[in-house]
Nanobody, 121 residues
C-alpha cells in the first residue's frame, strides 16, 4: 500500500509565498516522477509542475518563474515552493506520484487527498 500525504496549504495574500510538501510512504520500490496538479472550482484538474527521477522539471506556463518543484528522494518527498502568488492560483493542490510498489513490475499512479490554497486579500 502506498500513500501520498500533502501539507502546507492555507490562506495567503496576493504576492505572498507558500511551500507545499508531499510525502510518499508505504511499500515503495521506486519512484519515477512526482507532480503537482491543481483544481479550481468549476475547472478541470491541471498539471502545475513535474519532477522526474532524472531531475528534469516541467512547469505550466502560468506558474513559470514563480513556482519551483523539488524532490528529496531519500525521503520520497516532493515540494512546491510558490512565490508571487496570485488570486488565480487559488485551488485545491494535489500531489501525484508514478510509483513502483514492492511486488509489482509496473509503475502505478497514486494521488494525495489535496490541500487547499487560497490567495486573497
Amino acid at each position: 500500500q502506498v500513500q501520498l500525504v500533502e501539507s502546507g496549504g492555507g490562506l495567503v495574500q496576493p504576492g505572498g509565498s507558500l511551500r507545499l510538501s508531499c510525502e510518499a510512504s508505504g511499500s515503495i520500490l521506486s519512484v519515477y516522477a512526482m507532480d503537482w496538479y491543481r483544481q479550481a472550482p468549476g475547472e478541470e484538474r491541471e498539471l502545475v509542475a513535474t519532477s522526474t527521477r532524472r531531475s528534469s522539471t516541467i512547469y505550466a506556463d502560468s506558474v513559470k518563474g514563480r513556482f519551483t518543484i523539488s524532490r528529496d528522494d531519500a525521503k520520497n518527498t516532493v515540494y512546491l515552493q510558490m512565490n508571487s502568488l496570485k488570486p488565480e492560483d487559488t485551488a485545491v493542490y494535489y500531489c501525484h506520484g508514478s510509483i513502483q510498489p514492492y511486488g509489482s513490475s509496473n509503475f502505478r499512479s497514486y494521488w494525495g487527498q489535496g490541500t487547499q490554497v487560497t490567495v486573497s486579500s
